[in-house]
Each structure stands twice: as structure tokens, then as C-alpha cells.
């Protein structure tokens, strides 16, 4: 999943700033802030989410549910 959402952020140019620096996140950078967000929901309820940098990360039971946010439809 980490390489599917590496090719994607690439393939749309989705940057994060990373050490300051503009740039799109690789499978590394990506899993790393997956790890952070699961941290921070390890104690939260079924449900909770986090979204940042185009991910969104929610609590389910056992996992969590990663989505990326791709824009708005009118």
C-alpha cells in the first residue's frame, strides 16, 4: 500500500514540506508519518481520524483506513 501512495503523490505532484523543503513525500517519508498518526490514535475511539499532507487516517478496530484527499466536487 506505502508504494501505491508513493506513486500516486508522484503521479499527481502532491508535495509535503519536508526539512523545510517542498517536495513530493517518498514510500520512506510516507510510512513514517503513517507510523506518527497511528501513534497518535493508538488510544482514541473506533472512528477518530487525522488528516494531513492529502492523507487521512481513521481508526477502525484493528487497523486503520488510509484515504488521500484529492479535492473538492461541485
Not at 517519508?29 to 492529502?54: F, H, N, Q, S
Amino acid at each position: 500500500m506505502i508504494e501505491e501512495l508513493a506513486k500516486f503523490f508522484a503521479d499527481h505532484d502532491y508535495r509535503w514540506r519536508i526539512g523545510g523543503v517542498m517536495k513530493v513525500p517518498d514510500e520512506i517519508e510516507i510510512e513514517a508519518m503513517l507510523d506518527k498518526c497511528a501513534e497518535e490514535l493508538y488510544d482514541g475511539a473506533v472512528g477518530d481520524r487525522i488528516t494531513t499532507g492529502r492523507l487521512i487516517v481513521e481508526k477502525r478496530q484493528r487497523t486503520h483506513d488510509v484515504y488521500v484527499y484529492t479535492g473538492s466536487y461541485q
